[in-house]
C-alpha cells in the first residue's frame, strides 16, 4: 500500500476517517459532510478547469485560459485550507469566488441559435452546497447567498446578455461538446450534493428524535475530569457531558451539543446537569477524603437567556442540600457579547448566593477586557489551544504570560485546561500557572473511575513529575 502522504487529498481524507485521524472537531457528522463537500468541489475546479484551460491555451484563447487557471488556484486553495482545518474560511471563498467567476464565464458563454448556454448550471450545486454548509450561519450566508446563486442561473438561462467577440469565444464544435460536458458535471455534482443534504436533514431528525428519547430514559452521563494544583492535589472536577447510545455506543460531545442548542433540548439537558452535579457534591460531603471537590459546570447561552434562570438554579441547589461555594459556573466568552447588563445582573445573583463563575475559553473570543473589571468571576481558563502549541509558538506563549499577570492583577484564579506533556506543564509552573487540567493527570472519567482515581492519583507519574519540577523551583 502506498505511503499516506502520497495519495491524493480524497482517499488521504477516507484512509484518516476510517483510521479515527481526522480531530474531533471535524468527527462530527456534520463537519464531516462540510469536508467532504468542498474537497469535492475543488477536486472538481481543478480537473474540469484544467482540462478547458490546457484547450484555450493551445488555441490561444488568453482570456478564457485565464479565467479557468482562477479557478483552477480557487480549487487549490480550498484543498489547502481543508487540510488546515480551515473549513468555514474557505467555504466563504469559494462561495464568493465562484458567485463570480461564473458570471464572468457565463458572460463570455453567450448562447447561439445551434449551441445553448451551460456554464450558468454550475450555480445549482454551489447554491446546494452553500445552503448545507451556511445552515447554522448568519442571514446572509444562509439564505441571501443560496438564492442570489439561484437567481444568477435562472438570469443567465433565461437571457442572450453576454459579450460577443470571436476572440473570446470557443469553436462552436468544442461549445457543443462543453455543454453537454457542464450540463453532464453540473448536474452530477449538484446530485452528490444533494444526497449529502439529504443525509445530513435525516441523520438531524434521527439526532433530534434519540436526544429527546435519551434524556427521558436517562442514558446521558456525566463524566468528571480532575482539576490539580502546583502542589499535586486535586481541588475539584469539571463536569462533562456525553451520551450512552444503547445503539451507536457513546457518542461524543460534539456531536449532540450543538443539535441540543438548535432544538431547544439544551435546556432541560443543562438542567438535569446541575441536578446531577449537586447531587454528586452532596454525596462527597459524606466522604471526608471528597468533601473538599468542586464541581465546575458548562452553562449554555440559551440557558443564562432563560429569565427564571438565577431563581432555577437557587432552587436546585437548595433542594439537593449542596454547598453552593463547591459549584462553579463556567461561561464561554463568546457568551458575554450579548446582553451584557443582564449577564452581570444575574451573575452577581448567584454570587451573592455563593456559587463562583469561571470564564472559559478566555483568550479565543472578542470580547472586552474591560468586562473582567465589571463581571464577577472568581477564575480564568486558558484555552487548550494555546496549551496545545505552548512550546512552539510564540504567540501562544506570549497570550499566556499575558493571562498569568492580569489573572495575579484582578485576583483570580487561573488554569490552563488540556495540559497533556511534562514540558507543557513545566513551562506553566515556572510562569506561574498554579492550576491544571488535562489528559496529563487523567482523561474525564466516569463517577466510579473517578473515585477510584482519587486515592491513587499520588501514585501516578504525572503526581511525581509535579513533585518532581517543584523541587526545581
Not at 480549487?75 to 462561495?95: C, D, H, K, P, Q
Not at 443560496?146 to 438570469?155: K, M, N, R, S, V
Not at 469553436?171 to 449538484?190: F, H, K, T, Y
Not at 488535562?438 to 463517577?447: A, E, K, M, N, V
Amino acid at each position: 500500500m502506498p505511503h499516506l502522504n502520497s495519495l491524493p487529498m480524497p482517499l488521504r481524507f477516507l484512509f484518516k476517517l476510517l483510521r479515527h485521524e481526522l480531530p474531533p472537531y471535524a468527527q462530527e457528522p456534520h463537519n464531516l459532510r462540510v469536508r467532504m463537500l468542498l474537497a469535492i468541489g475543488g477536486w472538481s475546479l481543478i480537473m474540469l478547469c484544467g482540462m478547458w484551460g490546457a484547450y484555450y491555451l493551445c488555441h490561444g484563447k488568453w482570456v478564457l485560459m485565464a479565467s479557468h487557471a482562477i479557478l483552477i488556484a480557487l480549487g487549490i486553495y480550498t484543498l489547502i485550507l481543508i487540510n488546515a482545518g480551515r473549513e468555514r474560511l474557505v467555504a466563504i471563498s469559494m462561495a464568493h469566488g465562484l458567485l463570480v467567476m461564473l458570471c464572468v464565464i457565463c458572460w463570455l458563454d453567450v448562447p447561439t441559435q445551434d449551441v445553448p448556454r451551460s456554464v450558468h448550471m454550475y450555480f445549482l450545486p454551489v447554491a446546494a452546497g452553500a445552503s448545507l454548509i451556511f445552515r447554522k450561519e448568519n442571514l446572509y450566508l444562509r439564505l441571501v447567498l443560496p438564492f442570489t446563486l439561484l437567481a444568477c442561473c435562472l438570469i443567465f438561462a433565461s437571457s442572450h446578455i453576454g459579450i460577443v467577440k470571436p476572440e473570446l469565444i470557443a469553436d462552436q464544435e468544442i461549445r457543443l461538446l462543453g455543454a453537454w460536458i457542464n450540463n453532464l458535471a453540473a448536474l452530477a455534482i449538484l446530485g452528490v450534493a444533494l444526497i449529502v443534504m439529504q443525509t445530513d436533514i435525516s441523520t438531524r431528525h434521527s439526532l433530534y428524535a434519540d436526544m429527546r428519547a435519551a434524556l427521558a430514559q436517562g442514558q446521558f452521563r456525566l463524566h468528571y475530569q480532575p482539576q490539580v494544583d502546583a502542589v499535586g492535589n486535586i481541588f475539584g472536577a469539571e463536569a462533562l457531558l456525553r451520551w450512552q447510545h444503547p445503539v451507536r455506543g457513546m457518542i461524543p460531545p460534539g456531536v449532540f451539543i450543538a443539535a441540543a442548542e438548535e432544538t431547544g433540548l439544551i435546556q432541560p439537558i443543562g438542567t438535569w446537569v446541575l441536578k446531577e452535579a449537586c447531587a454528586q457534591l452532596v454525596k462527597w460531603s459524606k466522604d471526608p477524603n471528597m468533601a473538599h471537590l468542586s464541581i465546575s459546570v458548562n452553562v449554555s447561552a440559551s440557558q443564562l437567556r432563560q429569565p427564571d434562570f438565577v431563581q432555577e438554579v437557587i432552587e436546585i441547589v437548595m433542594r439537593s442540600g449542596a454547598t453552593p461555594a463547591q459549584l462553579k459556573l463556567e461561561l464561554t466568552e463568546s457568551m458575554l457579547a450579548k446582553d451584557v447588563d443582564t449577564t452581570i445582573q444575574k451573575m452577581k445573583a448567584l454570587r451573592a448566593f455563593g456559587i463562583s463563575w469561571s470564564l472559559d475559553d478566555f483568550g479565543t473570543g472578542y470580547s472586552s477586557l474591560n468586562y473582567l473589571k465589571h463581571l464577577p468571576f472568581e477564575q480564568l481558563k486558558i484555552d487548550q489551544s494555546f496549551v496545545r502549541d505552548l512550546l512552539t509558538n510564540e504567540s501562544d506563549k506570549a497570550i499566556v504570560e499575558t493571562l498569568v499577570v492580569l489573572s495575579k492583577n484582578l485576583n483570580m484564579m487561573l488554569i490552563a485546561e488540556g495540559v497533556e506533556t511534562t514540558e507543557q506543564l513545566n513551562y506553566l509552573l515556572n510562569k506561574g500557572c498554579m492550576k491544571y487540567q488535562g489528559y496529563l493527570f487523567s482523561r474525564p472519567l466516569s463517577i466510579e473511575a473517578f473515585e477510584a482515581f482519587m486515592p491513587v492519583f499520588h501514585e501516578s507519574k504525572a503526581y511525581m513529575q509535579l513533585k518532581a519540577q517543584l523541587t526545581l523551583i
